[in-house]
């Protein structure tokens, strides 16, 4: 895979030379297709039936009983069954699965997705707490929010309020219990070989831009969380400055009167992943590999 000039040497500064191979190695792999049991309409069980009668073959994921990878399958199978259509499934990759679950969400509370379309973590949310959140789903583009309300309807997640607005806009007044940001991103954790664009999509400048909307982002979330809330913070990303730096600099210009924690999360099984070394401690990262994308994930907690 040819990637961007200018990457692997931001890369080997980062993680050294050989890790920065492995990276790139990685964002080469052919990535399985992978999905969920959309636990709203049925269940893990029902789904892997599914499968097994249209002859797919599937593996669990140690860390999430409703998760499935499909190593040998293509998205035109998944496409073709009626547990798709049905919305009994969702596709989507297994590490965007971990920040709903490091979000930790329960019945009852109000949520906050900032960056929501098209949909994959704000069902997900809503499947983890059995319809019984209210979550509120933001986002700013037209088309963008039109896709997230199909998934929602498809998926019937019925307890989410989709917010056509940048959440960078929301009036101080809201507060959640818990607030998801993935934020928009370079992507450097899932640049992929069959973009034959790839080189001028994926540019210097939209790594700086990317963090001014990431910082922008964050101080928003930050004001909107209530005491003792929980934020979690996510990229596809697997650089520094769009991940690390963005949680420390966003938790330094932080109130004085507000108190915040980056804390640790576990999830079963969670010695499989395929970690990268953090600078900041709790947070994950995780390589690109063959299962997964490159991603980022840290929890925020506000202490008072």
Not at 158 to 175: G, H, K, Y
Not at 215 to 243: H, M, W
Request: charged share 25%; proline share 6%; aromatic share 6%.
């Amino acid at each position: 895979m040819a990637i961007p000039a200018f990457l692997e040497p931001l890369l080997a500064r980062q993680y050294g030379a050989d890790l920065a191979a492995t990276i790139v190695e990685g964002l080469a792999a052919k990535r399985a297709v992978t999905l969920r049991a959309n636990t709203l309409l049925s269940d893990r069980d029902a789904v892997a039936e599914a499968l097994d009668q249209a002859g797919i073959s599937w593996e669990p994921v140690g860390w999430y009983r409703d998760a499935l990878a499909l190593p040998r399958a293509s998205q035109r199978d998944v496409w073709d069954l009626p547990a798709y259509e049905s919305g009994h499934l969702y596709m989507q990759s297994l590490s965007s699965m971990i920040p709903p679950l490091a979000l930790g969400a329960r019945a009852g509370e109000d949520i906050c997705d900032m960056c929501a379309a098209p949909g994959g973590k704000t069902t997900q949310i809503a499947a983890l707490t059995g319809a019984g959140a209210r979550i509120t789903a933001c986002e700013m583009h037209a088309p963008r929010a039109e896709k997230l309300e199909f998934n929602l309807n498809r998926q019937s997640a019925r307890n989410v309020t989709v917010m056509r607005t940048d959440a960078r806009r929301l009036d101080d007044f809201f507060s959640f219990d818990r607030i998801l940001l993935d934020a928009p991103c370079s992507g450097s954790g899932t640049l992929s070989a069959a973009d034959p664009r790839v080189e001028k999509r994926f540019t210097p400048h939209l790594i700086e831009k990317s963090r001014k909307s990431q910082q922008a982002l964050f101080d928003k979330a930050l004001k909107l969380l209530k005491p003792g809330g929980t934020l979690v913070y996510s990229t596809c990303s697997i650089l520094r400055e769009e991940n690390e730096a963005i949680v420390e600099e966003g938790l330094r210009r932080a109130p004085r009167d507000r108190a915040f924690s980056v804390k640790p999360f576990d999830l079963d099984a969670s010695s499989e992943l395929p970690r990268l070394p953090v600078s900041l401690e709790g947070a994950l990262c995780l390589a690109p590999t063959d299962r997964y994308e490159g991603f980022f994930v840290a929890k925020i907690v506000r202490t008072g």
